[in-house]
């Protein structure tokens, strides 16, 4: 039997690639369940496969279309850029799971005679088919159709289709993406009829100014009721009063391709993309991408994903404004592109090549520039560009992702640019860039992206400045194909990065790396769902945890990740002042007529009831801005404390993606600083506040020489100042009234998030901080002093064994007016400078005061940003307002338990629970707070979410600030504005006790 896995070719017997589409010719689907059985090598169960009389009643069944990892056979692999076999092109290791697969059909009784196509959309990695014995052929380039002529073969009962599948074969050289490898027949399997005489393929031309171009391998009639036509293939027709289709108003134009008595579907798209001027034009306007790069994932079913699944994907995109997807880093399913065609959205469509693991190699063998590869890599091209060229959605063309550069990027340019010259190219990896229309980066620093920007960046590596290919590079339109890694809690920045994308004509958009978490499906052995990554397969080389970054979770539940880019992207901009407010469209296209306007007022949170309305706007084109009056709203009137105006931006009627008075953009102004009053209880949710540092910026380490210590001996067990209570010996406050609670201690630490982690050495926050010890600080008392009545001075410590660095504490407390009143003061001493180079060495995660509280304790309730958790480099999704949550629920559940729910800028926090006096707390004037039933070292242990059990506790934080998220998890530094400097630390609040 003949063996082709290792064959460096793409295929045998199979069709040309053609165009993917809808007839109403018959077809026969032939998913479902089909007789399996895996082997070890790549014989697979040796020459009888394709045998009809072979029994295969003893084999399983198998779901197709599946991966068979996830059917309960081998195991998933996940690798980031290693290839998982040993680089020996093209051959395999003798080891190479192969899955048999036995299918035996009948057709329907009306199938008609004449021309029968076998199509199989997606297999991984190589499948070699048979029909009734006969070989057909086989294929390699997974993610890529292929059909064969079955006319003949196929008969109308007793059919035996039989496919083997091999794990790994030539074909996963170039396909070494970073995700999954999940062999199997993975997407839809179908047996078409094709009549005679009938059209395989064609292709549609729609320019904006709608002109129209229907060219097919044989004559057909054109028919398009809606705008009366009616013309032969091949003939050009210009029409009048044609919508234009693009991402914000996807119109298309139903109608049919007839020929040999079949009608193909068309959904015409009229519109033209070019770049000029250095800029990419769609319909003759600039466009910005706010986009993402999607995988196809499903925690059950792998890539095998279903059109349900698909529409809840884009849905949920146009819902949090996310208009453009790469798809990362292959071709999808056709049917997403149908339904991004439909729904609205930008589409880089990016072929099925890949080559990272070759870095291993020095680069060397690297199948671009080696010729043998050479079919393999145009095969992919062109299966690619014909099966999705007919789609409005597709407006840019990707060669490959991470494959280094060599001859075959010159073929696979020229290639494309003959067949399809109406759409450009991009390529990021080959610093020339002579094969990309655009200049691409990944993962740069926002100062590089401003330098880009102004058309000031340094070339890369290999090219001379003020060299012909520099000046070509500077030149062209700049597209971010990956920035903000979003692995675990994450990524930050993102309004930053927005704003530098839209401040330069030269941007023509970006994609956060990644829509989905790929998490797979698991149980743990005492039954316990949980989602599986890489380091759960006991399996060398492995990628761990690096495949969960996503801006969904694995079942799809948004992050609080994907509510930060929905703000960050939001396509209305607010510009409140002199009375007035200044509304900036930031769509392409379309003007603001499908939008409404709505405001209310509250203060201190409570929404005033005579204080809300609608904004009248005047008609507001794409890239346009009006000034709207805001109403006179006498805020001085409606009470004392902090006045916010809220302004929403809705849908003023339901789309197919959303219901009316969905939220597209909103903006929140405070209007007056009132009286800051405390009210007995806080209730009800309520507004937003205006964007200040959560911490000051940092300044020359101040590293303090030592202190003496004052205040008297404290024989008694404990000190009363008003109604608190504290430690005689430690000076921790255990209890206020009938509240009790220990503490606080300096906190300085959190549960490292995946980007404190950084990637490998660089930017190894985490690392550096456990290296200094500022995970495992102890704590020293170093007095108590007593200056009047109601005052008391705790004095102390804090820092870690084997290092002298760490802080002195002064915790000042006045009881006035029935509360209790802390100041807290932090000086650093000892070794926070690298003495060999003269630097700071490290500067703590967190500044904050860490309380125990009874495990009763069950609620919170405040005032400040919210509802979803906010860092410094992350709030602008979180408005002011007053919110209530349990403490449970403030948890965020990432897969890799880390750090979470903080919320910046709280004013005023209540924790309540069952027969349980009542904590409120006032920051002064704001704090970060965090509460959960574990601590920090808890959390950071943990390494499921079922593994965070109650400790019968709950501890709060209330913290003069945090450190930043970033996304040096696979980006640049966390930048200096959003750490925690190595100064002074002084933060105050008022605790106190509401029955």
Same mark, same amino acid.
Request: one cysteine or more.
């Given at each position: ?33 089909? !007789? ?37 056979? %081998?195991?998933?692999? #996940? ?26 059909? %009948? ?88 009549? /005679? ?80 001027? =250095? ?21 059950? !079913? ?25 798809? *990362? ?93 109406? !759409? ?23 100062? %590089? ?96 945890? #690096? ?62 009831? !005579? ?6 706007? @005047? ?85 303090? @020489? ?49 980007? $404190? ?43 870690? *064994? ?65 509802? /979803?958790?906010? #860092? ?24 890799? @338990? ?60 209330? $913290?003069? =600030? ?8 696979? =980006? ?22 509401? $029955?």
């Amino acid at each position: 039997m003949v063996a082709f896995h290792e064959d460096p070719g793409p295929g045998s017997g199979r069709r040309a690639a053609r165009a993917d589409f809808r007839s109403d010719a018959p077809r026969l689907s032939l998913n479902g369940r089909w !007789r399996f059985l895996l082997s070890g090598t790549a014989d697979g169960t040796g020459p009888t496969l394709p045998d009809p009389e072979l029994d295969d009643s003893g084999w399983e069944t198998i779901r197709v279309p599946s991966h068979w990892v996830l059917e309960g056979h %081998d195991q998933p692999r #996940y690798t980031n850029t290693a290839y998982p076999f040993p680089i020996d092109p093209p051959y395999l290791p003798d080891d190479n799971p192969t899955g048999d697969y036995r299918l035996r059909f %009948d057709l329907p009784p009306d199938w008609p005679a004449g021309r029968s196509v076998l199509r199989y959309q997606g297999v991984d990695s190589c499948g070699t088919v048979w029909l009734n014995g006969e070989l057909l052929g086989h294929s390699k380039g997974s993610r890529l159709p292929f059909e064969f002529d079955v006319t003949g073969l196929v008969r109308p009962r007793g059919n035996l289709l039989a496919v083997r599948v091999q794990r790994w074969s030539s074909g996963s050289y170039l396909e070494d993406q970073d995700m999954w490898w999940l062999p199997g027949i993975f997407r839809d399997v179908e047996l078409l009829s094709r009549p /005679e005489g009938g059209i395989d393929d064609f292709t549609v031309r729609a320019s904006h100014d709608g002109t129209l171009l229907v060219t097919a391998d044989v004559p057909g009639i054109v028919e398009i009721p809606e705008l009366g036509l009616t013309v032969p293939t091949g003939q050009s027709v210009t029409l009048d009063g044609v919508e234009p289709w693009s991402a914000e108003h996807p119109r298309l134009y139903r109608g049919t391709l007839s020929a040999a008595g079949e009608r193909i579907e068309l959904a015409i798209g009229f519109r033209t993309v070019e770049i000029s001027g =250095g800029r990419l034009l769609v319909n003759g306007v600039p466009v910005l991408f706010r986009g993402v790069n999607r995988h196809e994932h499903d925690p059950e !079913r792998g890539r095998s994903l279903d059109r349900d699944t698909m529409i809840r994907d884009i849905e949920l995109m146009k819902r949090h404004n996310v208009n453009a997807v790469r798809t *990362a880093h292959y071709p999808p399913h056709p049917e997403f592109l149908r339904l991004c065609d439909e729904y609205g959205l930008w589409v880089v469509d990016e072929c099925d090549i890949e080559t990272h693991g070759f870095i291993y190699a020095g680069w060397e063998g690297n199948p671009p520039d080696e010729p043998m590869w050479r079919e393999a890599l145009l095969d992919r091209t062109r299966r690619m560009v014909e099966r999705d060229k007919n789609h409005p959605s597709v407006v840019v063309w990707s060669l490959g992702n991470e494959s280094g550069s060599g001859a075959a990027f010159a073929d696979i340019e020229n290639w494309i640019r003959r067949r399809d010259p109406t !759409r450009p190219l991009h390529y990021e990896r080959d610093p020339s860039y002579r094969h990309s229309d655009f200049h691409s980066l990944m993962y740069p620093s926002l100062d %590089d992206l401003e330098r880009i920007g102004q058309r000031k960046e340094d070339p890369p590596e290999g090219v001379t400045p003020g060299s012909d290919e520099d000046v070509r590079r500077r030149g062209l339109p700049f597209l971010l194909c990956e920035y903000a890694h979003a692995m675990g809690n994450g990524p930050g920045s993102l309004s930053d990065y927005q704003a530098i994308l839209e401040s330069y004509e030269r941007f023509c958009g970006a994609f956060v790396w990644e829509w989905i978490d790929h998490g797979l499906s698991g149980r743990d052995s005492q039954g316990r769902p949980y989602y599986r990554h890489g380091g759960d397969i006991d399996a060398q080389p492995n990628g761990e945890r #690096y495949c969960l970054d996503g801006l969904l979770f694995p079942d799809r539940t948004p992050s609080p990740g994907l509510a930060e880019l929905r703000k960050a992207i939001e396509p209305v901009g607010f510009d409140v002042s002199g009375g007035s407010v200044i509304i900036t469209n930031k769509y392409d296209m379309v003007d603001l007529g499908h939008l409404s306007f709505r405001w209310w007022v509250e203060v201190d949170g409570v929404p005033v009831e !005579r204080l809300t309305g609608t904004l009248e706007v @005047p008609r507001c084109g794409a890239r346009e801005r009006v000034r709207v009056p805001l109403p006179r709203f006498g805020a001085g009137s409606a009470g004392e404390g902090e006045t916010w105006v809220t302004i929403e931006a809705v849908l003023t009627a339901a789309t197919r993606w959303a219901q009316a008075g969905h939220v597209v953009a909103w903006t929140q102004v405070r209007l007056a600083t009132g009286t800051h009053r405390r009210p007995a209880r806080l209730s009800l949710p309520a507004a937003p506040t205006p964007p200040d540092d959560a911490l000051p910026p940092t300044t020359a380490v101040a590293v303090l @020489p030592g202190v003496g210590w004052v205040g008297a001996e404290h024989e008694q067990p404990f000190v009363r100042v008003g109604a608190a209570e504290f430690d005689g010996r430690t000076g921790r406050l255990k209890r206020i009234g009938e509240l009790e609670l220990d503490g606080p201690v300096l906190d300085v630490w959190r549960a490292p998030t995946e980007n $404190d982690r950084g990637q490998g050495p660089r930017n190894a926050l985490a690392a550096d901080w456990e290296a200094v010890g500022l995970d495992r600080f102890l704590h020293r008392s170093g007095g108590i002093e007593r200056p009047d009545d109601h005052t008391l001075v705790v004095r102390g410590r804090s820092g870690p *064994a084997t290092r002298t660095l760490g802080f002195r504490t002064t915790f000042t407390y006045r009881w006035r007016d029935g509360a209790l009143h802390l100041q807290i003061d932090a000086d650093p001493v000892g070794d926070w400078l690298d003495t060999a180079y003269g630097h700071l060495s490290v500067s703590p995660p967190r500044m904050g005061a860490r309380f125990t509280l009874p495990g009763g304790y069950t609620d919170v309730t405040w005032f400040g940003r919210g509802p /979803e958790e906010s #860092y410094t480099d992350s709030r602008a999704a979180a408005r002011v307002g007053r919110f209530t949550s349990s403490i449970d629920a403030l948890q965020t559940p990432y897969v890799v @338990p880390q750090e979470n729910g903080n919320h910046v800028e709280t004013r005023r926090l209540e924790v309540s629970g069952p027969g349980l006096a009542t904590l409120r707390v006032d920051g002064e004037p704001h704090l970060d707070f965090t509460a959960r039933r574990w601590t920090s070292e808890t959390l950071q242990a943990a390494r499921r979410p079922h593994d965070l059990t109650d400790s019968g506790r709950v501890w709060l934080n209330l $913290d003069h =600030g945090q450190q930043g998220l970033g996304s040096a998890s696979c =980006g640049p530094a966390l930048p200096e504005r959003y750490r925690v400097p190595v100064r002074r630390h002084s933060w105050s609040m008022t605790l106190a006790v509401v $029955d």
